[in-house]
């Protein structure tokens, strides 16, 4: 391991100035139906490859030898460039995702969302704070709209609220959308209740409207309305001009069946360390293939978004061997394979070490076979960081984008603390990792919450947000990935994938 390591220190520090804002909205959901599934052979499920099983062979060795980064300490391969660190300002709570547009880069915080202009990345430059708290504040941007998920309960819809017990029947949750046609003054313009708010949320935006997909999920009996059988998402309609009419047109259910708790995965005791599935924690869609693929706690779906306010599954895959907690998904660029990840510990606890193993925690890659409504998602081979990491760590599989690499699957990816990796998957079956950056454990002693949140790329460079040390910059230099940085965006919110090659 000593051969792939560099050690380095953040090279800048810039703080930025803060911007409030506040209004108000709501509205109502309704109901669907939608299709059944089928469950994969478990025979499937094959040990980790012989490439990264060596790369875990040098982890073990690394760590034997007294290798692992001290706290705070930032390493990386020698064809990774740790360009800068911005560290939190304003916004002091927990760093989430990320969306871009232009030279602008939106990021996510619990109390808000902060906007950078990363025209030049090696020095980025805050240009607003906005603070408007409620967890997890997802962020996506579609030209002058940027929309805000709020998944905690709420005195009300606007940016002043306060935070309040679930089971209070006037606690609002949902979208909130911002006009940010002034990029220094982002104006809160509408919101939309959903039942169960919006953990995560998805766009797909047509020329006159963005339809948003809202996933939303809680195994808390304390939420009333997200009780089983919540087995859908919340479809919203917004017209880009008049986002004050935005509006739930939909709630398509994704798993139908009889009983109160649906036809999604039982979880446990049924299947032992399984998450019951009560919703969905993420959906990522290609529109350019009409194509969505949804993270939906105990299973995996795929379905079809032709009709945007009508999603239809095609087919739906269950791993109860190694999966406990289907995240998020990332489809290849010709749309024959989809990275499913496990958010083993749901993201707090240390899961990349040899005690949990290379399996679990880790990346589920799927082909996918057959042709319209006949696809199948068929089960590769897993993915996991071969870098061991201390016991101090929450480190599981966690946000990434596809690096534009005509001919190539490759992808970017947060690990929480485990940091960002670059990995191939070009050959589904030996997937590998080709690059890395990471600090070391925010503490020596105490699990401690930290890491990257998102590490996508965009325009030539990795841009990540980390929980508690901020915002990073990274430079890839590697002739597998060269190519990527002749491929320019206009804008990218990583869960609505770009066709790069059209």
């Not at 704070?129 to 579609?142: A, F, I, K, R």
Request: net charge negative; hydrophobic share 35%.
């Amino acid at each position: 391991m000593t051969s792939l390591r560099t050690t380095s220190t953040p090279r800048a520090r810039i703080r930025g100035l803060a911007v409030a804002t506040a209004a108000a909205g709501l509205l109502v959901s309704l109901l669907a139906a939608g299709p059944a599934a089928a469950t994969p052979d478990p025979g499937d499920a094959t040990a980790q490859t012989a490439a990264t099983a060596e790369q875990a062979s040098e982890a073990r060795a690394a760590i034997a030898a007294g290798e692992i980064p001290g706290v705070d300490e930032v390493v990386h391969s020698p064809n990774v460039e740790h360009l800068v660190n911005i560290p939190k300002d304003a916004l002091k709570g927990i760093n989430s995702d990320l969306a871009f547009q232009g030279r602008y880069a939106f990021a996510g915080n619990y109390d808000g969302f902060r906007i950078f202009d990363i025209s030049n990345p090696r020095s980025p430059r805050t240009v607003a704070q906005v603070l408007c708290p409620g967890s997890q504040n997802d962020v996506s941007v579609s030209g002058n709209l940027l929309f805000l998920s709020t998944d905690s309960s709420r005195s009300d819809n606007s940016c002043a609220s306060v935070p309040q017990p679930a089971s209070v029947k006037e606690s609002w949750e949902g979208m909130k959308i911002f006009d940010i046609s002034d990029i220094a003054n982002p104006r809160y313009v509408a919101s939309v209740e959903t039942n169960c708010g919006s953990h995560t949320h998805t766009i797909v935006p047509k020329r006159k409207d963005v339809y948003i997909y809202v996933s939303s999920y809680s195994p808390n009996a304390a939420f009333p309305d997200c009780q089983p059988p919540h087995d859908g998402i919340s479809v919203i309609k917004v017209p880009r001009k008049a986002p004050e009419l935005a509006k739930v047109v939909n709630f398509p259910v994704l798993f139908p069946g009889e009983g109160p708790d649906g036809g999604g995965n039982p979880g446990s005791p049924t299947n032992p360390g399984v998450s019951k599935t009560t919703g969905c924690h993420d959906l990522t869609v290609l529109p350019s293939e009409d194509l969505a693929a949804g993270a939906c706690m105990g299973d995996g779906i795929l379905f079809d978004i032709e009709d945007p306010e009508h999603p239809r599954v095609i087919d739906r895959v269950q791993d109860n061997v190694n999966f406990a907690f289907w995240h998020s998904a990332t489809f290849n660029q010709k749309a024959n394979k989809v990275v499913f990840t496990d958010e083993l510990g749901g993201g707090g606890a240390a899961t990349c070490n040899e005690t949990v193993g290379p399996n679990r925690g880790a990346d589920g890659i799927y082909d996918i076979v057959g042709k319209g409504d006949k696809r199948k998602l068929v089960f590769r081979s897993y993915f996991k960081i071969p870098r061991h990491q201390a016991d101090t760590e929450n480190c599981v599989a966690h946000n990434g984008s596809l690096i534009p690499v005509k001919g190539k699957d490759i992808m970017v990816q947060a690990w929480y603390q485990g940091g960002v990796s670059v990995w191939d998957f070009t050959d589904s079956r030996r997937p590998k990792e080709i690059a890395y950056f990471e600090r070391g454990p925010v503490s020596a002693t105490t699990l401690a919450t930290g890491g990257s949140w998102s590490a996508y790329y965009y325009n030539g460079y990795i841009y990540s947000n980390d929980i508690a040390k901020g915002f990073d910059v990274l430079k890839l230099s590697d002739k597998r990935t060269d190519k990527a940085a002749r491929v320019r965006l206009d804008e990218l919110n990583v869960q609505t994938q770009p066709d790069y090659f059209d």
